[in-house]
């Protein structure tokens, strides 16, 4: 396992049907629901279900990057307030959309993969690789200082958990088989634009521009999901893009911020919907030719905007301003070690601290991926999934 620092720069189904061709699943028909109504969340949680594995970034960071030579981790007060479990280096109050999706599914909160707890039988229920600062790429985020990137994630797996899990098994159950009833969640992509691309300071755009950028990513996420099914994990859900243009920090730092009338960042928030639409593709290519294979595609930025819509009717009295931190919108102080600048009333903000949402969005995105409308799951939800 390698870590990168600044010092080593490197929608209701009513009906689906797939049939098996020589070399892929086709989606060949589904019925779609008219209306507003999610699909019933009332269906068990199907026995199928191993384990979850979780790749990701800040916004789904366990703690992964505790114990690194880093500014990207956030083990300290008030971080973790509401949490079951205190402080453990979430970036938020309380769990994340990760922590809400696997107890969903029946498994509880996932442990972080570089804790040394992390071992014997707790393992088989999976692990959540996220880590704070990191990307598809392995130099996006080297200016934070170490972390664990995509391809470090995806050595975490193959290196850590997975001898481990063998080791725990006891069942007869191969390790293939084992996989093939686990699933993937993966969300990355974000710090390769804000912390990467996007950067002054980046080379990036002396190589690529934007779309070719785009499709670079592109390129190496395939190599990554690709390296996860050859292992023989067969169904994943991947993430698109929030809107990054949206966070309190962004909207803060606008030269045309107004106070009475605040902002996304419309560029920004382009860039993520641009790359998610490549990510959709990208989900649809693996299904055509990757066997037995199921990709769910989560269009996490129309999730994120409707709850930002209709914040209101979600409970949210605080959209744009951050729980946690001080000045405009809570965002130019930031969340730090026992800081006194903490709401009381957190269940009522959409933002727990200038870049990531509260305890109280991430339940409600967690609960629109796994059971929510079709229009933002293709081809299902998770749930529909595990019920294959």
């Known amino acids: 396992m390698y870590i990168l620092s600044e010092r080593s720069s490197l929608r209701h189904l009513v009906c689906v049907v797939f049939m098996e061709t020589s070399s892929w699943f086709l989606l060949f028909s589904f019925l779609v629901f008219i209306g507003d109504v999610a699909v019933s969340t009332s269906v068990s949680v199907p026995s199928q279900v191993r384990a979850m594995f979780v790749f990701g970034d800040s916004l789904l960071d366990p703690g992964n990057n505790n114990n690194l030579f880093t500014a990207a981790k956030a083990n300290y007060y008030p971080h973790g307030i509401d949490f079951s479990q205190g402080t453990t280096g979430r970036f938020c109050n309380g769990g994340t959309i990760a922590d809400h999706l696997s107890t969903l599914v029946g498994l509880g909160i996932l442990p972080a993969f570089n804790n040394p707890n992390t071992k014997g039988t707790n393992v088989l229920r999976g692990a959540n690789f996220a880590s704070s600062a ?138 993520a919907i ?17 066997v037995g294979a199921y990709f769910l595609y989560w269009d996490l930025y129309t999730d994120m905007i409707e709850v930002l819509n209709r914040s209101a009717y979600y409970g949210f009295k605080h959209v744009y ?48 991926a796994y059971s929510g409308k079709l229009q933002n799951m293709y081809p299902m939800n998770v749930q529909q999934l595990l019920q294959l």
């Open 321 to 368: 301003t951050a729980c946690c931190g001080a000045g405009r919108l809570n965002s130019i102080i930031l969340c730090l070690p026992n800081v006194p600048f903490v709401c009381p009333n957190r269940s009522e903000y959409m933002f727990w601290d200038p870049f990531h949402p509260s305890d109280a969005v991430n339940a409600i995105i967690a609960k629109k």
């Open 274 to 290: 641009q790359f998610s639409a490549k990510v959709k593709t990208m989900v649809h290519k693996l299904n055509k030719e990757l």
């Open 134 to 271: 990191s990307g598809l790429l392995n130099d996006t985020g080297v200016n934070y200082g170490d972390r664990f990137p995509m391809d470090a994630q995806l050595e975490g797996l193959t290196e850590k958990i997975l001898p481990e899990m063998a080791r725990n098994i006891g069942d007869g159950t191969t390790m293939e088989e084992y996989l093939a009833k686990s699933l993937v969640y993966s969300n990355m992509g974000s710090n390769d634009f804000i912390t990467n691309y996007l950067v002054l300071t980046s080379y990036e755009p002396t190589l690529y521009t934007l779309p070719e950028y785009h499709n670079h990513l592109i390129d190496v996420y395939i190599r990554q999901l690709k390296e996860l099914y050859n292992l023989g994990v067969k169904k994943f859900l991947i993430s698109g893009l929030a809107p990054l243009g949206c966070t309190p920090s962004r909207i803060a730092g606008s030269p045309n911020y107004s106070e009475s009338n605040p902002k996304c960042a419309d560029d920004i928030n382009q860039i």
